[in-house]
């Protein structure tokens, strides 16, 4: 994958994870599912991005954030209120 290809998919991980915060700020009631699934697809695409851009802070940060929005959204399938970790 080429440098672009990396920065572009990156950047449209960024504006997924700006987008959710935003929703989560601006949302009368929040969809916990949506909510989660943003904040996934967005740690997916930055870390699809830092394979090319190799940044371990980065990895570390975003494999975190996705393990947290999965078990997130998991909960919110299931219809559990409160996840466990």
Partial sequence: ?????ATIIG??????????FAYANVA???????FNAMNLIGAILL????SVDFNLPS??????WG???????IAAIRG???PQL
Avoid: Q, W, Y
């Fill in 28 to 34: 009368k009631t929040m969809d916990k599912r949506l």
């Fill in 11 to 20: 950047l449209i991980g960024s504006a997924t994870f700006i987008a959710a």
């Fill in 1 to 5: 994958m080429s440098h672009l290809v």
């Fill in 59 to 64: 990895v570390v940060l975003e494999s975190v």
């Fill in 80 to 82: 559990n209120r409160t």
């Fill in 47 to 50: 870390l699809i991005s830092l």
């Fill in 67 to 73: 393990i947290i929005a999965l078990i997130g959204l």
